[in-house]
Structure formats: C-alpha cells, structure tokens
C-alpha cells in the first residue's frame, strides 16, 4: 500500500518498542504527501506531547483504512514539528505497508494511576461498625 493511499483522515496507532518493552498511541492522519509522508495529530499522555525522537527505539505506524481493514508501516522515523503554532507529527517511510491485523493492546492514554474507589470502601466499613454496634447492644 502506497503513502498517497491513505484515506484522510483516518486512524491510526503507533507503536514503539526497545529492549522488549513497548508502548502503543493513537492519533489521526491528517495529511500525505509524495509518497513518503505521513502527518499526523500529535500525541499526548496526561495533556504532555509524547517524543517520539529517541535514539534505539523501533516504530510502526499502523492506519485503518476501514473496519477490519489496517496496514502497517514500519522502520519509521517521527519528528514533532510546529506550524501555525500547533504541533504535529510528521513520519517518514521508505518502504510500503503491508496488509496486517489490528494490534490487541490497548493505547496508552494515562500514565496515572487510577484511585481505589474509597466510597464503597467507607461504606462497608460504616455498615460493619453499625452491624457490630447492633450486636454490642443485644
């Protein structure tokens, strides 16, 4: 599949790996040009853009052309830039996409970690003190 194929706009994940670890962004495309570039929204985790420009790392870029229907791109390179005052993420491919299936990870969105809901917590805790007393008082 050629660059210039690209619906726009269209989804899209990419995905990047290094020493066995990776890590999988959503982002839209929003522009291709001469077969070689893709734009893309840029990523963001907790409201932070993601830099993708580390030496070392291995990236793909995986679009969805409709349901069930993906390709990847991969041995790319990504660089932020601005223009207008907005970032965006311009990637640079030298080989075609191939036909692939959808990654089962899921993308990551928050590096936070998600708070024990304290509300159940307290209540229980407020029902056995009520039980207990109940008791205390038979």
Request: aromatic letters at 8%; glycine letters at 4%; charged letters at 30%.
């Amino acid at each position: 599949m050629n660059v210039e194929d690209i619906p726009v706009p269209a989804m899209a994940a990419i995905r990047v790996s290094k020493e066995g670890k990776s890590a999988l962004f959503e982002t839209t495309i929003i522009q291709t040009t001469d077969n070689r570039y893709i734009y893309t929204m840029p990523v963001r985790v907790d409201e932070k853009l993601v830099n993708f420009e580390a030496k070392g790392m291995l990236k793909e870029i995986k679009i969805e052309f409709g349901p069930f229907d993906f390709y990847v791109w991969r041995n790319i390179s990504i660089i932020r830039f601005v223009e207008d005052g907005k970032s965006y993420l311009r990637i640079k491919t030298s080989t075609p996409g191939i036909k692939a299936m959808a990654w089962p990870d899921k993308p990551i969105t928050s590096l936070k970690k998600k708070k024990k809901s304290t509300l159940i917590d307290q209540k229980a805790v407020e029902a056995a003190q009520a039980i207990q007393a109940e008791g205390e008082k038979n």
